[in-house]
């Protein structure tokens, strides 16, 4: 069955450290990937997509995220946090077999002073 | 440009009460979510409109939930009788997806409303 996994629930980091969120898919081809922020109390933003060509994307913020077709994983990766950036991270995933997007479970991202 | 219009923000109901949930999506987008969060999860896709038809509605409780969205603009959700495990964030999205332009799977959020069961 298609599937996103998110393997890490919460993750805590210092301000001004890297980071690394993974994302893992289950699907018979290539997706089109997405990575979505939601902010307390807010709808969710799209922080970048991959859809073809280059395997390293850029998206808003500083985030960037890279495609890996051997691993079947997207993982987000921003090299210096900000207090702003805490929040709960979004893989998202288009079958285009069937235009169905599914989402992970989501990452809650921490950020220490 | 205006984006996607959700209300009301929050409610909250007793079991058994029933609710709506109204959703306004950007202009010129033909297709149309609603997804169920839940605390904790990701969102799950309830139903998918593109225009006024039903494109998926796989996951939808249809004892229970049923939606519509009879001009292919605006859309609304209704929850009848309300369980307590329906306690979410009901989110509306939208895209242009179907209408053959580059990046139409890229969905636009609304801030979602939030329901309380009780």
């Known amino acids: 069955a298609q599937s996103v996994t998110q393997p890490d629930i919460h993750i805590t980091v210092s301000e001004g450290a890297s980071l690394e969120l993974r994302c893992n898919y289950s699907y018979g081809a290539t997706p089109y990937l997405f990575w979505y922020v939601q902010s307390p109390g807010q709808g969710l933003q799209l922080l970048l997509k991959?859809?073809?060509?280059?395997?390293l994307v850029q998206g808003i913020k500083g985030f960037e995220a890279e495609f890996k077709r051997s691993q079947s994983s997207f993982n987000l990766r921003k090299p210096s946090v900000h207090w702003s950036d805490a929040a709960e991270y979004f893989c998202a995933v288009h079958m285009n077999r069937d235009d169905k997007i599914i989402f992970g479970k989501g990452t809650r991202l921490h950020i220490l002073p | 440009e205006a984006g996607v219009a959700q209300s009301p923000r929050y409610k909250i109901i007793e079991k058994r009460q029933s609710v709506a949930f109204w959703c306004n999506p950007i202009s010129g987008h033909a297709t149309l979510y609603w997804y169920q969060q839940i605390l904790g999860q990701g969102p799950k896709l309830l139903i998918q409109?593109?225009?006024?038809?039903?494109?998926?509605d796989s996951q939808l409780p249809k004892d229970r939930f049923s939606a519509e969205r009879l001009k292919g603009v605006d859309s609304t959700l209704k929850i009848q009788p309300a369980k307590l495990e329906d306690s979410a964030v009901y989110l509306c999205?939208?895209?242009?997806?179907?209408?053959?332009?580059?990046?139409?799977?890229?969905?636009?959020f609304g801030a979602g409303s939030r329901l309380t069961v009780l």
């Open positions: 999205a939208s895209s242009l997806m179907g209408q053959g332009v580059a990046g139409a799977n890229v969905l636009t």
């Open positions: 409109f593109q225009n006024n038809g039903v494109v998926d």
């Open positions: 991959y859809f073809s060509g280059d395997t």
